[in-house]
């Protein structure tokens, strides 16, 4: 950590050691601010030393933000317990523009960035004051930061990163700019069986914006999110870009987000219908005409999305879809007013 000298050459002095940093405050339970605004942070050094916020801390607010920065993010290595961690806003972040004349400060995500983390609950911003347009571009792992997905096991997208964190609700912009680590002869599939496990997920705002690998779009991935309410700029570009990495036609049901079985009691000469998922249809052979009371069970497709504002900005290869004769006569197309 350090700071330009009078003549603001890149030259930086030292402002201390922080080893054993937080020893003597086990209780906070909050930071806000810490190392912000920091003209420069050498995450090399910064990981050799035994640094690591209190097994207390739940919320990470606008910490690690540097003007400059080189090294590695290690984020497994910063928390005495990170089992304890709910929220990490606009923290780890670079403000300035150094690639011409040195290397970015990096950050690795695999199946194991976020393992540790199991009650998770936002990646991204505050939205609690209302400015929320205005932190879009300042989440956690934003600015200059160079983003490296690192692939799994089989030689691909990761998609067990967020397998232990069935808390999250929020998750902006972490994709943002990033790059995979590897070539892969055709697209990748996004988002795939990402969000497989996350019921409680809300807000995916910019998550894939600007990514920087070829990839098409795969359908139901979002079928467990039934909370789902921000898609905002998900798969954007900015308006620079001359490469779109975007291919292939948007998929069927891109945004369903699941159903729900709804029960409504009913006043008549029927009674329970039997009701069978598979055909969504009911059998009413066999009612009791007697009866002047009985149970309907229906399925209600979520409507909870209230954002999708610019979701395919500046997608310019994306394709026409297409349907065929059989499938068309099949009415599979569903009118869902949420989709």
Avoid at 243 to 259: A, M, T
Avoid at 273 to 281: D, K, M, S, W, Y
Avoid at 294 to 308: D, F, G, P, Q
Wanted: hydrophobic share 30%; glycine share 6%.
């Amino acid at each position: 950590m350090g700071t330009k000298n009078d003549n603001d050459e890149y030259y930086y002095n030292i402002y201390g050691d922080l080893t054993n940093f937080f020893i003597d405050l086990p209780n906070l339970s909050s930071i806000l601010g810490f190392l912000s605004d920091t003209a420069y942070i050498n995450y090399t050094k910064f990981n050799s030393t035994n640094f690591k916020f209190p097994g207390g801390i739940k919320t990470l607010m606008k910490v690690m933000w540097s003007w400059f920065a080189t090294g590695e993010i290690k984020l497994n290595e910063y928390f005495a317990n990170p089992n304890n961690i709910l929220h990490l806003y606009h923290s780890f972040r670079q403000t300035g523009d150094f690639s011409s004349i040195a290397n970015n400060l990096f950050i690795h995500f695999n199946n194991t960035t976020f393992s540790s983390f199991t009650n998770l609950v936002s990646i991204g911003y505050d939205t609690s004051n209302g400015n929320i347009r205005g932190s879009e571009t300042t989440p956690t792992f934003s600015g200059y930061i160079t983003k490296i997905i690192d692939f799994n096991e089989s030689g691909g997208f990761p998609y067990d990163l967020f397998k232990n964190n069935n808390n999250l609700q929020q998750i902006v912009g972490l994709f943002a700019d990033a790059n995979m680590n590897y070539t892969s002869p055709s697209p990748i599939d996004l988002p795939g069986t990402l969000f497989s496990n996350l019921i409680k997920l809300r807000d995916v705002t910019r998550l894939f914006y600007n990514f920087n690998h070829d990839y098409k779009l795969t359908s139901g991935s979002f079928e467990k999110c039934q909370n789902l309410e921000n898609v905002s700029r998900l798969f954007a570009q900015d308006s620079n870009r001359t490469v779109f990495h975007l291919s292939g036609s948007i998929p069927y049901r891109l945004l369903y987000h699941g159903r729900t079985l709804k029960q409504e009691v009913k006043y008549g000469s029927n009674t329970d219908p039997v009701f069978n998922p598979e055909t969504g249809t009911y059998d009413y052979s066999g009612l009791d005409a007697d009866k002047h009371e009985w149970t309907l069970n229906y399925y209600s497709y979520n409507k909870t999305i209230k954002n999708a504002s610019f979701l395919f900005q500046r997608c310019c290869n994306v394709e026409p879809y297409s349907i065929s004769q059989e499938d068309y006569n099949k009415d599979t197309i569903e009118w869902n007013e949420d989709y």
